[in-house]
């Protein structure tokens, strides 16, 4: 009997009600993740390919390696949802350019001021007028769709925890490595940026109930998600590969 045979047993369900019982978990990630990516992204595509993360999750689950059905079914759909995002890119090619032309700006800034780099700053950079950057950032916020995933490496990292085929030393190092870059410059954030994005990742709280906490708008709060992913992207550049 292998190790989902047991978890259900131990339930008194079927693996065909486990997947029942989870299928909401599906949606709430989807609807979850919808609201850092275009209007244009169709939800059905999104939900499928989670309940064919969920699937997995069924197949591959390991209740010897510590973690719940759900914990574990959570971390599979939510790569299947951004394989799926990865795959068909519905992000225009003029998004990425201007979030690689703000993430240069914040790095140049950073790496001569030797602190973060200021709304103004960036704006100034730029040769753009405050409120001008602050549309940028907006018109940036889809900017690679699963930005985040993609730099902490979310999906991948913590499916390899529950996974029995390692990779090789040196990319064990490297990815150890990347991991404490990471940790790194998500710590040395701003407060606010810091704040929203432990909000909106950890507590899974949306842009609006953030905007609640802060006290500030939710387009405000879209804008500070924004320039939080694109400070992270110019200060972990080095480990990742532009395409």
Do not use: C
């Amino acid at each position: 009997m292998n190790g989902l045979a047991m978890y259900v047993e131990t339930l008194g369900i079927s693996r065909d009600e486990l997947i029942i019982q989870n299928a909401p978990l599906v949606k709430r990630i989807v609807y979850h993740m919808m609201l850092r990516l275009p209007a244009t992204v169709p939800v059905d595509d999104l939900i499928q390919a989670g309940m064919v993360g969920l699937l997995e999750a069924s197949r591959l689950y390991d209740p010897t390696q510590g973690a719940s059905f759900e914990t574990y079914a959570g971390i599979r759909i939510r790569g299947a949802i951004l394989d799926e995002v990865r795959k068909n890119d519905w992000a225009p090619r003029s998004v990425y350019k201007k979030a690689r032309t703000i993430s240069e700006a914040v790095r140049t800034i950073e790496n001569r001021e030797g602190r973060d780099a200021r709304d103004h700053e960036v704006a100034e950079e730029l040769a753009v007028s405050l409120e001008e950057y602050h549309r940028l950032l907006q018109d940036a916020s889809g900017y690679r769709l699963t930005s985040y995933d993609e730099v902490s490496g979310y999906d991948e990292s913590f499916i390899g925890k529950f996974q029995k085929n390692g990779d090789g030393p040196l990319e064990g190092v490297q990815q150890s490595d990347f991991r404490k870059a990471l940790v790194k410059a998500i710590s040395s954030l701003p407060e606010r940026e810091r704040l929203v994005m432990a909000l909106y990742y950890d507590e899974e709280l949306n842009l609006r109930e953030i905007g609640d906490v802060l006290g500030v708008t939710e387009s405000r709060v879209s804008q500070i998600h924004s320039q939080a992913i694109i400070r992270l992207r110019s200060r972990v550049t080095d480990w990742i590969s532009e395409s």
